[in-house]
């Protein structure tokens, strides 16, 4: 199954709930203020945050005045359009080879298991990789991070539990660069984004990788657990100061059905959506489609 098929299929709930929020809102209400407001309320109760619901409102009703669109279908495409305009305003080109990837987020969002998935898709596109298990704290991440490099077939470097996480790395970005790797993908540990030291930590990390491969195009990506609901803006939000993030990999699409605040990413952080877990296979993780998030949804 595609990609689109694989979307479609995690978003099912999403769609189900906005669609028929959105066919009774148009069933009780000719386009006047009382749709619009209720309109705005049917985003946030999909997680979109107030502010991006706020605007999208605004520019769905402005175009439907400007061009006189009162047609239930046109509506829908008008706001089915301006949603992908706003995912599409954040995008980035593909990265660049030698890349390193370093994936930040709280406990449990499944950083882990998505750097196994990542892993195979650089494989299945051709590139040598490397992961690097930068969690030095939780008991067994390395074991479990093995386990995902050999499924993958792929190199691993790691350290005794407790060691420094900016030792892995520079040992990883050397082997790298003696070996002549495509792809290094950097397991770190959970934190919660209100802990500074940990967020320090991170920043150590970070020199480390610039100061050592600075060749490399060097991506943080924050993993976000996709049924987290609005308050995957706030994490985002607060990783992005400490690190400046590149972009985000949603996990567990398929669990969730809302995901409104993927809008609010790319409105509010201007952070794009590079991948997408859709379910629990070393497959299951594909790149992103702006439209046919957007499609899969409305």
Not at 79 to 87: N, S
Not at 182 to 202: P, W, Y
Not at 217 to 225: I, Y
């Amino acid at each position: 199954m595609g990609l689109f098929g694989k979307l479609f299929g995690a978003l099912k709930k999403t769609k189900d709930n906005l669609s028929e929020k959105l066919r009774v809102l148009f069933s009780k209400n000719k386009l006047g203020n009382e749709f619009y407001e209720e309109l705005e309320e049917l985003l946030i109760s999909s997680d979109v945050s107030v502010a991006t619901a706020e605007e999208v409102v605004e520019r769905v009703k402005k175009q439907a005045i400007s061009e006189k669109l009162r047609d239930e279908t046109y509506v829908t495409e008008l706001l089915r359009g301006i949603l992908t305009d706003i995912l599409e305003e954040s995008e980035v080109e593909p990265p660049s080879y030698p890349c390193v990837i370093m994936l930040v987020g709280v406990n449990g969002v499944g950083k882990t298991t998505t750097v196994g998935k990542l892993a195979h898709y650089f494989l299945s596109q051709g590139k040598t990789v490397t992961v690097a298990a930068a969690d030095t704290f939780r008991a067994a991440a390395s074991e479990q991070l093995s386990v995902w490099a050999e499924r993958a077939k792929v190199r691993i470097v790691k350290h005794e539990e407790g060691s420094d996480p900016s030792a892995v790395i520079y040992d990883a970005v050397s082997s790298a660069k003696a070996k002549g790797t495509d792809v290094v993908i950097v397991d770190t540990a959970g934190r919660l984004h209100v802990k500074e030291n940990l967020m320090n930590e991170l920043r150590k990390m970070d020199r480390v990788v610039s100061r050592e491969f600075p060749e490399a195009d060097f991506l943080k990506l924050l993993v976000l657990d996709a049924t987290t609901g609005q308050n995957a803006v706030n994490q985002a939000r607060v990783f992005d100061e400490a690190v400046e993030l590149d972009g985000i990999v949603l996990t567990k699409l398929d669990g969730t059905a809302k995901g409104g605040f993927v809008f609010s990413l790319s409105a509010e952080l201007s952070l794009p959506v590079l991948f997408a877990g859709v379910g629990e296979k070393m497959s299951d993780l594909e790149e992103f489609d702006s439209k046919g998030f957007v499609e899969a949804i409305l």
